[in-house]
């Protein structure tokens, strides 16, 4: 099943389109990868989905069922705009928040204290939020998130504000959900997570979805049949079905060469012919990393 | 339902908790009577220890009798001009100078002083002057003193209601008033104060970002009722500790100088010889206090807590919607102008008009149009006001707050969300207009 399906989700105001025609499917117990740059509509999406504002049009369905109050409890939301209550004490605000969310006090109780153990930070109860640094403030919230056992998790930026032990520790916990079965909305325009960390993606640009799909189709349409070569000797490759992109030398006596096949075909017969004209070290094809095609689709784009 | 249940315990236990509030909810009832007291006291001694003003005279006419109670007069025998030098190189306040002049026509009394004398040191000595004129007029016409003496009457004027049962009920314009007014700028005060209190909140909750978080829970509009009806809890149980405190207070005092408040009123109904016994006592004081508790005490408190609630739901949720939309306290000040102005409106007509003619068309009309009628209208409860006149006001002023509360929601749930933008009215009406 689906975790989330949304079908032409629009959303208009006054001077601009925020969405327009957004579709996206969401695969149960994946990690979903929704990328673009800054104002191009995902954080509008994800307070669709939050039911904190309304689409105008188009329909959302959670676990197959259609959009309402019940999912609340459901989802789990850390936005990118990351607040707490200051003078409030990390226990009762975590018991205040969990309860919102449809917890009992005495299950919230409960699993504030597992949660707190887990991190290590049981010791905060009693400190108010105003008092921690700004890493712990994300801990509780992050806590905050995932309480009440979410089946849906969004995350837009979970890793801004982390320094790298703490960022390591949340991806830890991620993949640790992923594997319990939640799936998890990931919303970053930080791309080297996005590797790290996602199966599938969307990438909305302008409003609009410009690619969907899982993270080995987006890359198997966007790779450009080149190939890296390392090698020992120049050769020259003109004409015919290749074209030899770029020739440089490296340490030693070694050289690097990017070789594109005009037309999509075996690489074998590219080994093949490379064997014959200089000493082959190193074959690789070449696939984008999702930086490259976020970046390439987003300047693309622009420039229309 | 459940949701707001606990926004609004966790706005309840937010403020009870805070130390501000358990300061000003004991220290209030204590300090206000204290501060009153002081200043009566301060100004009663001052008042005996002035030192009194020295004023110069010359008597052409030779009418004049000096009343020593407020000034001391000292006559000066030569010309006009040797008084001025030696007025001028005194420290006194004035030189009065006193022509020769007809009775009928008194004409060129003049009062030279170094600073512009005020305007009750004018009208005293005026008065001086009318009373010995009146006096010697009288004295022309062979009217003995003897007999001015024996025209002087004291009369008090005992003011006694009778209800159209028939019932009899002496009142007391003093008290009423005095309730009035204490009733009117107590709501003033706690509509503003728990109304700062909510924008307060809102911008507090919008600038930590907490906001979405909790909007991702419950609807924008639970978390605006939520907060304003914590907050209204937390005002509720502060007054009344209020109540509690001052009437104990009230009756301790009462107790220290042996008035039985109770007693006295059943004794005051019984009429007849107890009535030169209670003149025998300090009577203005006990007729005071009596006239205070045989008010409808509870009809009053019943329209207070009726009319701070209506009051504060209505501005509150005015309160909430400018707190929404902006992203600091200072920002709000703009906002603030039409919230205040029919505040103040009704604050400044409740001494204006309201308390002296509670029954006037002013104060009818103040105290039936929702947004003036909670301050308004605790002027004039104490005056009985006529059913459906208070009715009115009622059922206008619940229909106020639910407009204002609609119209504050569609801003508020736009607003919370919009930091770092820049508004003003046409802004706030394009987010009302704004569907979900």
Redesign the interface.
């Known amino acids: 099943m689906d975790a989330l399906v949304a079908n032409g989700i629009t959303k208009r105001y006054a001077h601009h389109t925020a969405l327009d025609q957004v579709s996206v499917t969401i695969p149960e117990k994946t990690i979903y990868g929704l990328l673009g740059p800054n104002g191009a509509g995902k954080t509008t999406f994800i307070r669709i989905i939050n039911q904190i504002i309304n689409s105008d049009e188009g329909e959302i369905l959670i676990f197959g069922e259609k959009l309402n109050q019940s999912h609340i409890g459901v989802i789990g939301y850390l936005p990118e705009e990351r607040g707490l209550y200051k003078k409030l004490k990390v226990g009762e605000q975590l018991v205040y928040l969990a309860r919102l969310k449809g917890l009992s006090r005495k299950d919230a109780l409960m699993r504030i204290k597992t949660w707190l153990e887990k991190f290590e930070i049981k010791d905060w109860w009693n400190k108010k939020v105003e008092d921690l640094s700004k890493g712990m403030a994300q801990k509780v919230q992050f806590i905050s998130t995932v309480l009440h056992e979410p089946r849906l998790i969004i995350l837009d930026e979970p890793f801004s504000g982390f320094d790298p032990v703490n960022a390591q520790l949340i991806t830890e916990e991620i993949l640790d959900l992923k594997k319990k079965g939640s799936t998890i909305i990931f919303s970053t325009h930080r791309m080297e997570s996005v590797e790290d960390l996602c199966d599938h993606i969307a990438l909305i640009n302008k409003s609009k979805k410009i690619l969907e799909g899982s993270k080995k189709q987006v890359k198997d349409q966007y790779k450009s049949n080149t190939f890296i070569v390392e090698h020992r000797g120049r050769f020259s490759l003109n004409g015919g079905s290749y074209e030899l992109l770029t020739q440089e030398s490296l340490e030693g006596d070694l050289l690097t060469s990017t070789v594109k096949m005009k037309n999509a075909g075996n690489p074998n017969d590219l080994i093949r012919d490379l064997i014959t004209l200089t000493e082959v070290h190193r074959f690789q094809e070449k696939i984008p990393t999702m930086s490259d095609i976020f970046i390439s689709l987003v300047k693309g784009e622009s420039h229309e | 339902m459940n ?1 707001i249940w ?2 609004i315990q ?1 706005e309840f236990l ?1 403020r009870v908790q805070k130390k501000s509030f358990l300061v000003a909810t004991i220290l209030v009832p204590l300090i206000f009577p204290a501060i009153i007291a002081l200043l009566v006291f301060v100004s009663r001694e001052s008042e005996k220890n002035a030192k009194k003003e020295v004023i110069h005279y010359i008597d052409e006419s030779g009418i004049f009798v000096p009343d020593t109670a407020k000034y001391i007069f000292r006559n000066f025998s030569g010309t006009l001009e040797d008084a001025k030098k030696a007025y001028n190189s005194s420290e006194d306040f004035g030189l009065l100078y006193i022509p020769k002049f007809e009775l009928s026509k008194p004409k060129g009394i003049t009062l030279y002083a170094k600073i512009n004398p005020s305007l009750d040191d004018v009208s005293d000595i005026e008065r001086l002057f009318e009373n010995r004129i009146k006096d010697l007029k009288m004295k022309n016409m062979n009217i003995d003193q003897k007999i001015l003496d024996s025209l002087k009457t004291n009369v008090r004027i005992n003011t006694v209601k009778i209800s159209e049962g028939g019932q009899e009920k002496s009142s007391n314009s003093g008290v009423l008033f005095g309730i009035g007014m204490a009733a009117g700028i107590l709501m003033y005060m706690f509509i503003f104060i728990y109304g700062a209190q909510i924008m307060q909140g809102i911008i ?2 919008k600038t ?11 609807k ?1 509009f639970q978390l605006m009722m939520g907060k304003i009806i914590g907050l209204a809890s937390v005002g509720l149980l502060q007054f009344l500790i209020w109540i509690v405190l001052m009437s104990t207070l009230t009756f301790g005092v009462l107790g220290y100088f042996g008035i039985d408040p109770p007693q006295q009123q059943a004794m005051q109904q019984m009429g007849g010889d107890v009535a030169a016994q209670q003149a025998a006592m300090n009577s203005e004081v006990v007729q005071g206090i009596n006239a205070f508790l045989s008010l409808p005490l509870g009809y009053i408190l019943f329209n207070f807590v009726f009319y701070f609630l209506g009051g504060y739901l209505l501005y509150g949720a005015l309160f909430a919607a400018v707190g929404s939309a902006v992203d600091s306290p200072a920002e709000a000040q703009q906002f603030m102008f039409p919230i205040t102005i029919p505040m103040l409106i009704s604050y400044m007509s409740l001494f204006m008009f309201i308390l002296k003619d509670p029954h006037g068309p002013v104060s009818v009309w103040l105290s039936i149009i929702p947004f003036t009628s909670p301050i308004a209208m605790m002027g004039r409860v104490g005056f009985e006001v006529p059913d459906w006149q208070l009715a009115l006001s009622m059922i206008l002023l619940v229909a106020g707050f639910v407009l204002t509360t609609w119209v504050a929601g569609r801003i508020y749930r736009v607003g919370i ?1 919009m930091s770092g933008t820049k508004v003003n009215y046409k802004v706030l009406a ?1 987010w009302f207009m ?3």
């Open positions: 949701k606990l926004i966790r937010n507090e909750e930590s970002k907490v906001v979405e978080v909790i909007v991702s829970s419950v924008p969300l394009k704004q569907r979900g």
